[in-house]
């Protein structure tokens, strides 16, 4: 059972790292966490069951940062350790912060911005850049996301973007939170992100329990950072590259999020576009990668077996929900009307 804390400091941000086997790079990270502008932060670190030797290089910095080290042992995944450290922070905002990010100086400060500007904001984030062994590069990774037509994110394009643009969700690499608002949607157990997940899809999960609940997503432009990718599962974000536990892990949550957050005419309206998408996935990812087909049938077979308690999520998800599945559609776009700077970008105040 996961606990909010009593007590909120104000003003204050607390940045969550969950972190497992990121000796290598995970200093860089703090580095760039010490040379905030924004100076009223504390730090979280979870040594999420490494073997490298992480925890030692965050303690380096107890003595230049307000830091400590929380050790999981053995490791509970990336929404176990996220949750870890989220439940152990004090501040009134909280960033969730991969461990292989940088952050620009400005990025606490521009992060509290957003999310003063608009009260009823519950997550904000800004353009993520690729973090190259060369140093930081000026290609983006990421501009917030939306909800393509068959349930899958991707990233506004930059010239669609401007400071304060409502969106879904930021990209979950470095994530600005309002800790009001996670505390508001927290599941029954009391977790905020959901640890049945593991990894992959909980930061769409927890959007979406976010706009539910009517709290707004926001873009801030000047909070800037640079990610590597997917380091702690070898560096790449292609998905059939990845090890079978992982591909099956993430196609059985994409499952997840649909039977568990979408409105139900949403979800009948666009079944068949979503069988189409599915089993085409299947095949094409299958053929890059044999072992890829095995995971989405074993993914599928866990889904089902799941069924239970996703739709037991799901009661509870509407029981409380104050948004119509219209509001929700308003985030569905094709490729093409992304690219637009239009009134269906600016989806309206919830009530």
């Not at 979870?46 to 929380?70: I, K, P, Q, Y």
Request: charged share 25%; glycine share 8%.
């Amino acid at each position: 059972m996961s606990a909010t804390p009593t007590t909120r400091v104000p003003g204050r941000v607390s940045v969550v790292i969950p972190a497992y086997n990121c000796a290598g790079f995970l200093a860089n990270c703090l580095e760039s966490i010490a040379a905030q502008s924004h100076r009223e932060f504390d730090v979280i670190v979870v040594d999420n069951g490494s073997t490298d030797g992480t925890g030692d290089v965050a303690r380096a910095f107890e003595g230049r940062l307000a830091l400590r080290v929380v050790r999981l042992d053995p490791n509970r995944g990336f929404t176990g350790g996220s949750n870890a450290g989220l439940d152990a922070a004090t501040g009134e905002f909280v960033l969730l912060l991969n461990s292989d990010v940088e952050l620009d100086p400005e990025f606490l400060r521009e992060g509290v911005r957003a999310m003063i500007a608009d009260p009823r904001c519950g997550a904000a984030g800004g353009p993520v850049y690729d973090l190259l062994p060369t140093g930081r590069s000026q290609t983006r990774q990421s501009n917030g996301h939306y909800l393509a037509a068959v349930y899958q994110l991707r990233s506004y394009p930059a010239e669609a973007m401007f400071d304060g643009r409502r969106i879904f969700g930021p990209s979950a690499t470095s994530v600005m939170l309002r800790a009001e608002a996670i505390d508001d949607v927290r599941l029954a157990n009391g977790q905020v992100l959901d640890e049945q997940f593991w990894c992959n899809g909980e930061d769409i999960d927890l959007w979406m329990r976010l706009l539910h609940r009517g709290w707004t997503a926001r873009y801030a432009e000047r909070a800037v950072c640079w990610h590597q990718g997917s380091m702690a599962f070898g560096g790449s974000m292609r998905l059939w590259t990845k090890s079978y536990d992982v591909q099956r892990i993430a196609v059985r949550n994409h499952y997840y999020v649909l039977v568990g957050d979408y409105p139900l005419g949403l979800l009948l309206a666009d079944l068949p576009a979503i069988v189409a998408a599915d089993l085409g996935a299947s095949v094409l990812w299958g053929l890059k990668n044999p072992k890829t087909f095995a995971a989405f049938t074993a993914a599928k077979w866990n889904a089902l077996l799941d069924l239970p308690y996703m739709l037991r999520k799901r009661r509870e998800l509407f029981a409380r929900s104050k948004v119509s599945g219209g509001e929700i559609r308003r985030f569905f776009f094709d490729e093409r009307a992304a690219h637009r700077v239009d009134e269906r970008l600016e989806p309206s105040q919830p009530a």
